[in-house]
């Protein structure tokens, strides 16, 4: 719980450093936001299929009023096949572009660099490397968002190879009270899925 604690704390500090003052865009969507949440994902192709879950926590804010930052930290373990368990430790940070394409909608494009340390069978490998999003936000109503998104990543490790592939997002967030969104989605690809339930705190 310190961890989970300490985390979220460096990860509020560093982007309420650079946030845009008011951090809600011209069509209503909040993006000054720090949050914990649980995630979950499922392998389901390959040799080692599995299921993994944990913590998460992260931030975004914006920087310029069309320029935003993000960044994350999960921590989810699971047992996939002869690997038995696996310990993951996942760090992203990057920076997206937003802008309008309608009163209550924003296109986002960001790029993000990623790095994954899994452990197994008491060895440990990082894969880093990059993705890149195009997503569409949308205030559907007065305290509900809907979002639709596409991402392709590319990782390696000189080790143990590398890893690929595009993934499709679907999600949504509540806001339950003036300053707490609750926000949910759901991400597949062709050899799995998953899931990230959190709460997050506008500033």
């Known amino acids: 719980m310190k961890k989970i604690a300490l985390v979220l704390a460096l990860v509020g500090l560093t982007t309420s450093a650079f946030a845009l003052e008011s951090g809600i865009s011209e069509t209503g969507l909040s993006y000054n936001e720090v949050g914990v949440g649980y995630v979950s994902s499922t392998t389901n192709s390959g040799d080692f299929p599995?299921?993994?879950?944990?913590?998460?926590?992260g931030g975004q804010a914006l920087i310029t009023k069309n320029i935003f930052g993000f960044g994350s930290y999960a921590a989810p373990s699971g047992t996939y096949g002869a690997l038995g368990n696996v310990d993951t430790s996942?760090?992203?940070?990057?920076?997206?572009?937003?802008?309008?394409?309608?009163?209550?909608?924003?296109?986002?494009?960001?790029?993000?660099?990623?790095?994954?340390?899994?452990?197994?069978?008491?060895i440990s490998g990082i894969y880093t490397g990059y993705a890149t999003s195009a997503s569409l936000r949308a205030l559907v109503a007065p305290k509900l968002e809907a979002n639709l998104g596409i991402s392709y990543y590319d990782t390696k490790?000189?080790?143990?190879?590398?890893?690929?592939?595009?993934?499709?997002?679907i999600g949504?967030?509540?806001?339950?009270?003036?300053?707490?969104?609750?926000?949910?989605?759901?991400?597949t690809e062709s050899g799995g899925n998953g899931y990230s339930v959190s709460l997050s705190y506008k500033f």
Not at 96 to 118: E, F, H, M, Q
């Open 50 to 57: 599995g299921t993994s879950s944990g913590f998460n926590v």
């Open 172 to 187: 949504t967030g509540y806001q339950f009270a003036e300053k707490i969104m609750g926000r949910a989605s759901y991400v």
């Open 90 to 122: 996942d760090y992203q940070a990057g920076l997206g572009l937003r802008t309008a394409v309608a009163n209550n909608v924003d296109i986002n494009l960001s790029a993000t660099y990623l790095n994954t340390k899994n452990s197994f069978l008491g």
């Open 157 to 169: 490790n000189e080790r143990l190879g590398s890893s690929s592939g595009t993934q499709y997002r």
